[in-house]
């Protein structure tokens, strides 16, 4: 097992997408799907997956902060980019895959999202597509800069919009084997692979409704990404949702590419 790919995009963020589309979409052999059941780490397949994702209601989102509390309390959760990595940590696993991560924001817990903290405290490269739009992105490229985290891939101009244009030094061609990633992963390494800009969304007020929604679900006690999510979801007319599957798909196949 050479990498973990994270969950709570599956269990939240995928509002138009059923079970069955899910596994139909899913070309993806072996098990590398990581989430927390009842207290117990799992790590297995889309199949094995799905009956977690259908209780995806009754279980929450864990972090690289959360995990071990989870661990010991019997809790359950769909893991974030930030507890796959602490996932991988405690299996010996040198790469985490996700697709829209967190960073520096005003979304409330998160102004520094455990996603940037994890990318210095583990040595475990991250894989994803970029952070996401309602983020301050040019403050979140710099904050792993200022920690010492390489980041390559190409310009980032947003995840889901185009929303931000922040100039990466480093390619994503300078860790194209899983030794030169590996090794990197021990000085703090995050990979971005973008959505290509002409599958994007266009219209930003819907951007503006998803931060509104987010809000809001976060004034109520709940988590803010799920309904930012879904309400772009709504507005795309679940075309958003497919976007994601699409990135997350092709960033899983990358990392199985690695050789």
Same mark, same amino acid.
Not at 1 to 13: R, S
């Given at each position: 097992? /050479?990498? @973990?790919?994270?969950?709570?995009?599956?269990?939240?963020?995928l509002r138009s997408i059923s079970n069955e589309e899910l596994r139909a979409a899913w070309t993806v052999e072996g098990s590398c799907l990581a989430w927390v059941d009842r207290g117990a780490l799992q790590v297995g397949t889309m199949e094995e997956y799905l009956p977690f994702r259908t209780r995806?209601?009754?279980?929450?989102?864990?972090?690289? /902060?959360? @995990?071990?509390?989870a661990l010991k309390s019997g809790a359950s959760g769909a893991l974030t980019a930030s507890g796959t990595m602490a996932a991988c940590h405690r299996l010996g696993v040198f790469l985490a895959v996700s697709c829209g991560i967190g960073g520096i924001g005003d979304i409330r817990g998160e102004e520094l999202c455990p996603d940037l903290p994890a990318l210095v405290r583990y040595p475990v490269a991250l894989l994803a597509t970029a952070p996401k739009d309602m983020l301050d992105v040019p403050a979140t490229f710099g904050w792993l800069w200022q920690h010492g985290v390489h980041?390559?891939?190409s310009e980032c101009t947003g995840y889901l919009f185009h929303s931000t244009c922040v100039a990466m030094d480093e390619s994503f061609a300078d860790y194209g084997t899983a030794e030169a990633v590996r090794r990197a992963a021990e000085r703090g390494l995050l990979l971005l692979r973008p959505i290509p800009e002409e599958e994007r969304v266009v219209d930003l007020s819907i951007l503006h409704a998803a931060i509104s929604a987010g809000k809001q679900a976060e004034a109520a006690g709940k988590y803010y990404h799920p309904a930012a999510n879904g309400e772009i979801d709504r507005r795309t007319g679940g075309e958003s949702s497919w976007m994601q599957l699409r990135s997350f798909l092709a960033n899983v196949r990358l990392a199985q590419e690695l050789k």
């Open positions: 097992m /050479d990498f @973990l790919a994270e969950t709570a995009l599956l269990t939240h963020g995806g209601k009754e279980v929450g989102r864990i972090d690289c /902060d959360h @995990l071990e509390d980041v390559a891939g």
